[in-house]
């Protein structure tokens, strides 16, 4: 099944020792991966530049792409309940 990118349905998938996680508004990339001069870092890298390049694909489609959007951490300050 192809990558959609921003398509959030909730899904992971990994490829080699990453980890993808889709949504909305961010890709979420984790782990390690290394690959190796093999049939299978073969598959590993082609697998990996696929959704890559899905993202590229999508992010350049978009007429509005805004500069940034932010992290999304909540940054009020908030009383230290230990004090």
């Not at 099944?1 to 909730?10: E, K, S």
């Not at 980890?19 to 073969?42: C, F, H, K, P």
């Amino acid at each position: 099944m192809p990558f959609t990118p921003f398509d959030d349905q909730g899904e992971s998938s990994t490829i080699g020792g990453l980890t993808v996680e889709n949504g909305s508004d961010r890709i979420a990339v984790y782990g390690q991966m290394s690959i190796t001069r093999d049939r299978r870092g073969l598959d590993d890298a082609r697998a990996l530049k696929d959704v890559l390049d899905a993202i590229v694909e999508d992010l350049e489609r978009q007429p509005d792409l805004a500069q940034e959007i932010g992290t999304g951490l909540n940054t009020h300050p908030v009383r230290n309940p230990f004090a």
